[in-house]
Every structure is written in structure tokens, then in C-alpha cells.
């Protein structure tokens, strides 16, 4: 069983930029996909990226491409999302979750073990 913890959450004012990780502990990670996504309060989870097991392939959703960018060090067991040009209506808790397999999919089911997440907030 993985174990996930997304870290690097915080308060921004509109136009500023966040990094959050995901640290995995349990088991590698390596060979799956990874995926992003918010929910925010009274809302849906959604997606938000997702990256396939070699970093070879990404998917965004449609109101964070551009300006959102998911990598991963499996070296470090570790995925990334670095969040530029934040918007107030990028604000939610975001989770990372481990894929099924080792390729991308957008759909919440094709995950098998999600963090706690960590919460952004962005000023207007």
C-alpha cells in the first residue's frame, strides 16, 4: 500500500505561483501514473493533470493548461505540480493519486490511492 503526501499548499495573492509536491512512501511509484486534482468547497472533485510513468506524457485539464506544469523525480518517489499565473478560482484542496497502471488517464476511478491533500488559497 502507497502512502501519498502532497505538501507546498499555502495563501498567494492572484498572478503568484505554488509548487506542490507529492512524496510517496510504501512502495515505488515508478511504474504508474500520477494525477492532480481539486476539489473546491460545494464542488466536485476534478481533474486537474496527470503525468504517465517515465514523464513522457502529460495531460491538463482545459483551465489550468498553460499555466500549470506536472513533473515527477522517480527518484525520489516524488511528483510535482508547479502552478503559475494563480487565479482565485484556483482555489481547492488538491490531491495526487497513484494511477492503476503506467498510463495517463483523466477519470478519478483509474486511481488507486489518493493523498490528504493540501489546501490553496488565492487572493484576488
Known amino acids: 500500500q502507497v502512502q501519498l503526501v502532497e505538501s507546498g499548499g499555502g495563501l498567494v495573492q492572484a498572478g503568484g505561483s505554488l509548487r506542490l509536491s507529492c512524496a510517496a512512501s510504501?512502495?515505488?511509484?515508478?511504474?504508474?501514473?500520477m494525477g492532480w486534482f481539486r476539489q473546491a468547497p460545494g464542488k466536485e472533485r476534478e481533474f486537474v493533470a496527470v503525468?504517465?510513468?517515465?514523464?513522457?506524457?502529460?495531460d491538463y485539464s482545459d483551465s489550468v493548461k498553460g499555466r500549470f506544469t506536472v513533473s515527477r523525480d522517480n527518484a525520489k518517489n516524488t511528483v510535482y505540480l508547479q502552478m503559475n499565473s494563480l487565479k482565485s478560482e484556483d482555489t481547492a484542496v488538491y490531491y495526487c493519486?497513484?494511477?492503476?497502471?503506467?498510463?495517463?488517464?483523466?477519470?478519478?476511478?483509474?486511481?488507486?490511492?489518493w493523498g490528504q491533500g493540501t489546501q490553496v488559497t488565492v487572493s484576488s
Open positions: 510504501g512502495r515505488t511509484i515508478s511504474s504508474y501514473a
Open positions: 503525468i504517465n510513468w517515465n514523464g513522457g506524457n502529460t
Open positions: 493519486a497513484v494511477g492503476h497502471t503506467a498510463a495517463i488517464t483523466s477519470h478519478p476511478s483509474g486511481f488507486a490511492s
